[in-house]
């Protein structure tokens, strides 16, 4: 499942929609905030398009496949794909859009840098009070002595775990209602500082483009097995990033220097991540 926020959505992608609800669409009809839909598939993407200096041009993207709005599953989106340009100032790891601060990246960290407890990550938009998403805890030993399975890749430790606060929220009209809550937990690479595995229903990369809330709980594969664990929700699915050797412990100064060095970040850096849902492939 996942929940638009249409203030937020690109015109194109509004337009697009708009064909898909009917009159009785809770939104169109009784003001409720949001829009609701299905899928089988999520892709969420980054691309670096472009750094100068300390700033960093970054296409963020999100594809839902075999998309239904409002439980109408005579009406499927084969892929329904949600993407904006943002400004990446690298100093602070803040996204701009249109000089709007938005947020802290949360699909990648600086990691000679995580962001601190108490640091607000982002804010729920589209509610009547807005709700500040802040960390709660860092951990350098996320999953502890375990292999970390991906999609991509298994991952040793050490990792980077960032856990938010518990947050809650909820809001009324006439005709609806809405309650939700509970804690983020975001895992990184050490050496890079990209996302390898999540189990989240919002982040700064999803609101920026209008999407309130996300299902991320991988219903193909989680748990433990021989090999390590598979985590619950979201994992690294490709990336072209090169890691760096699993043996080296001594984080770089900054992920975008080491892939700028490492001669891959240009315009093709990009991370996809992938999660599965209801047991389609």
Do not use: Q
Request: aromatic share 14%; net charge negative; proline share 6%.
């Amino acid at each position: 499942m996942f929940t638009l926020y249409p203030e937020r959505l690109p015109r194109e992608v509004m337009n697009r929609l708009m064909g898909y609800l009917s009159s009785d669409s809770p939104w169109i009809k009784d003001g409720f905030p949001f829009i609701i839909g299905d899928c089988t598939e999520v892709f969420l993407r980054f691309d670096v398009l472009e750094v100068r200096g300390e700033t960093a041009l970054i296409n963020v993207s999100v594809t839902f496949v075999n998309a239904t709005l409002e439980g109408d599953y005579r009406k499927i989106i084969p892929n329904l794909t949600i993407w904006k340009v943002l400004n990446l100032n690298l100093s602070d790891m803040t996204y701009y859009d249109n000089g709007t601060p938005v947020g802290k990246a949360t699909l990648f960290i600086d990691p000679s840098d995580p962001p601190k407890p108490g640091e607000i990550l982002f804010s729920l938009e589209g509610l009547s009070r807005g709700i500040n998403v802040s960390v709660g805890n860092v951990t350098y030993s996320a999953y502890g002595n375990s292999t970390v399975l991906t999609y991509y890749r298994p991952f040793r430790p050490p990792r980077i775990g960032i856990t938010t606060r518990r947050f809650d929220f909820s809001d009324a009209g006439k005709n609806w209602s809405i309650s939700g809550g509970g804690r983020e937990e975001y895992t990184y690479d050490f050496l890079t500082g990209v996302m390898i595995a999540g189990t989240f229903s919002h982040s700064t990369e999803l609101m920026a483009l209008g999407v309130f809330s996300i299902d991320s709980m991988d219903r193909r594969i989680r748990g433990k097995s021989e090999e390590g664990v598979w985590p619950d929700g979201i994992k690294l699915y490709d990336t072209n990033i090169a890691f760096p050797d699993e043996g080296n412990s001594s984080s770089p100064d900054s992920p975008w220097r080491y892939y700028m060095y490492s001669g891959i970040l240009t315009l093709t850096a990009s991370l996809l991540a992938r999660w599965w849902k209801d047991g389609h492939r």
